[in-house]
C-alpha cells in the first residue's frame, strides 16, 4: 500500500527551528520527486517546496525562501523539511506529496501524507 | 507567478445535481492542470490531472476539461461524498506550483 506518515509537527516559538519527516512506504520513493504543501488553518492550500528524485533539483515558494530546507534520504525513504526562522505566519498542517510519475519534474501529486501540524506562537 | 482563479468560492447544490467549477490561469498553462478534492480534517485527493485524464479509482461522473487558461471540474450527479472543497493547481510553470483559491461545495 502506497504511503506517506508526516512527523516532527508541535509547538515552537517565533525564530525557533523544527524539522519534518515523511516516511514513504509502498513504492519506489528514490524514483519519484516529493513535495511539502502547507495549509493554514481556514485556509488554502499553499505549495512550499521540491525535491527531485535524485536530490539534484530543489525548488522553494518565496515566503520559505531562505529559511526552508527540503531535503530526503533515499536509503531510507524519508523525505524532510528543515524550517528556521519560524514566523506565525508559517503556522499550517504541512503535507508531504508524491509525484504521480516517476522521474518528472511537471507532474501532479497523486499520494498525500496525513499532515503535521506546525503552530509557531510564543 | 501564474495566479489561479476559481468560480465560484462556494455554492450549495443538491445530491443528483450536476455542477461545474471553473478555474483560470493567468497565462496560458497547456493542460498542465490537476483537481483535487479535499474533505474536512483530510488530505487532498488527486481527481483528474492533465486537465481531463480521470485518476485511478475516482468515478466516472468527475470530469475535466480545457486548455490554455480556462478549465472546468464537472460532477454529473453529485453523490453525498462529494461535498467537499474543490482545488485546481498548475503545474506548467514552476516555482511556484500554485493552486486556486478553492471552491466549497456545500449541501443545500
Known amino acids: 500500500q502506497v504511503q506517506l506518515v508526516e512527523s516532527g509537527g508541535g509547538v515552537v516559538q517565533p525564530g525557533g527551528s523544527l524539522r519534518l519527516s515523511c516516511a514513504a512506504s509502498?513504492?519506489?520513493?528514490?524514483?519519484?520527486?516529493m513535495h511539502w504543501v502547507r495549509q493554514a488553518p481556514g485556509k488554502g492550500l499553499e505549495w512550499v517546496a521540491f525535491i527531485r528524485y535524485d536530490g539534484s533539483n530543489k525548488y522553494y515558494a518565496d515566503s520559505v525562501k531562505g529559511r526552508f530546507t527540503i531535503s530526503r534520504d533515499n536509503s531510507k525513504n524519508t523525505l524532510y523539511l528543515q524550517m528556521n526562522s519560524l514566523r506565525a505566519e508559517d503556522t499550517a498542517v504541512y503535507y508531504c506529496?508524491?509525484?504521480?510519475?516517476?522521474?518528472?519534474?511537471?507532474?501532479?501529486?497523486?499520494?498525500w501524507g496525513q499532515g503535521t501540524m506546525v503552530t509557531v506562537s510564543s | 507567478a501564474i495566479r489561479m482563479t476559481q468560480s465560484p468560492s462556494s455554492f450549495s447544490a443538491s445530491t443528483g445535481d450536476r455542477v461545474t467549477i471553473t478555474c483560470r490561469a493567468s497565462?496560458?498553462?497547456?493542460?498542465?492542470l490537476a483537481w483535487y478534492q479535499q474533505k474536512p480534517g483530510k488530505a487532498p485527493k488527486l481527481l483528474i490531472y492533465a486537465a481531463s485524464t480521470l485518476q485511478s479509482g475516482v468515478p466516472s461522473r468527475f470530469s475535466g476539461s480545457g486548455s490554455g487558461t480556462d478549465f472546468t471540474l464537472t460532477i454529473s450527479c453529485l453523490q453525498s461524498e462529494d461535498f467537499a472543497t474543490y482545488y485546481c493547481q498548475q503545474y506548467y510553470s514552476y516555482p511556484p506550483y500554485t493552486f486556486g483559491q478553492g471552491t466549497k461545495l456545500e449541501i443545500k
Open positions: 509502498g513504492f519506489t520513493f528514490s524514483s519519484y520527486g
Open positions: 497565462q496560458g498553462i497547456s493542460s498542465y
Open positions: 506529496a508524491k509525484d504521480l510519475v516517476a522521474a518528472r519534474e511537471i507532474d501532479a501529486f497523486d499520494i
